[in-house]
């Protein structure tokens, strides 16, 4: 059962907040036609990093979720729709139920939550492609990153 500051989360709530890392792995893997290796690599290698690096309210999302990332990318590949417009469309979904989740935190834990996974989408956006890393985030995935369907948090 999750802690402060999530102690007014149910645990299926918990679970769709550590799930969005999954996801927003997926959509902006996924904007460009297909998930690459080297962005599911990419999340499992940040999400261990950041349960060092994080000393706020994600590091026990990290924490709790960093042995599990992988096999859950993989397990959501499998039931999520192969075409990539209809992938893209169900993660949006997907992810846009975790506002009202968001809602139930203090301000300063919702901003903290928003803020690292736009981070986290940015990190897996620059993965793979482009010379040397640069130049490496194509169109679909630039106007995936800001995550359009959360609500803005200061």
């Given at each position: 059962?999750?802690?402060?500051?999530?102690?007014?989360?149910?645990?299926?709530?918990?679970?769709?907040?550590?799930d969005?890392?999954a996801?927003?792995?997926?959509?902006?893997?996924?904007?460009?036609?297909?998930?690459?290796?080297?962005e599911?690599?990419?999340?499992?290698?940040?999400?261990?990093?950041?349960?060092?690096?994080?000393?706020?309210?994600?590091?026990?999302?990290?924490?709790?979720?960093?042995?599990?990332?992988?096999?859950?990318?993989?397990?959501?590949?499998?039931?999520?729709?192969?075409?990539?417009?209809?992938?893209?469309?169900?993660?949006?979904?997907?992810?846009?139920?975790?506002?009202?989740?968001?809602?139930?935190?203090?301000?300063?834990?919702?901003?903290?939550?928003?803020?690292?996974?736009?981070?986290?989408?940015?990190?897996?956006?620059?993965?793979?492609?482009?010379?040397?890393?640069?130049?490496?985030?194509?169109?679909?995935?630039?106007?995936?990153?800001?995550?359009?369907?959360?609500?803005?948090?200061?």
């Amino acid at each position: 059962m999750p802690h402060k500051p999530f102690d007014k989360l149910t645990e299926s709530e918990f679970r769709q907040l550590e799930d969005a890392l999954a996801l927003v792995t997926i959509l902006i893997g996924s904007a460009d036609g297909e998930i690459d290796r080297k962005e599911i690599a990419s999340a499992v290698k940040l999400t261990h990093i950041r349960t060092y690096l994080e000393k706020n309210a994600m590091h026990e999302i990290y924490e709790d979720y960093a042995n599990r990332i992988q096999p859950r990318i993989e397990e959501l590949l499998e039931e999520l729709p192969g075409d990539t417009r209809r992938r893209i469309q169900d993660v949006s979904d997907r992810l846009a139920k975790i506002n009202p989740i968001l809602k139930k935190l203090d301000v300063a834990t919702a901003t903290t939550i928003y803020k690292n996974l736009k981070s986290f989408a940015r990190h897996i956006a620059s993965a793979s492609g482009g010379f040397l890393g640069a130049f490496s985030i194509s169109r679909e995935e630039e106007e995936l990153l800001d995550l359009p369907m959360l609500e803005r948090w200061p």
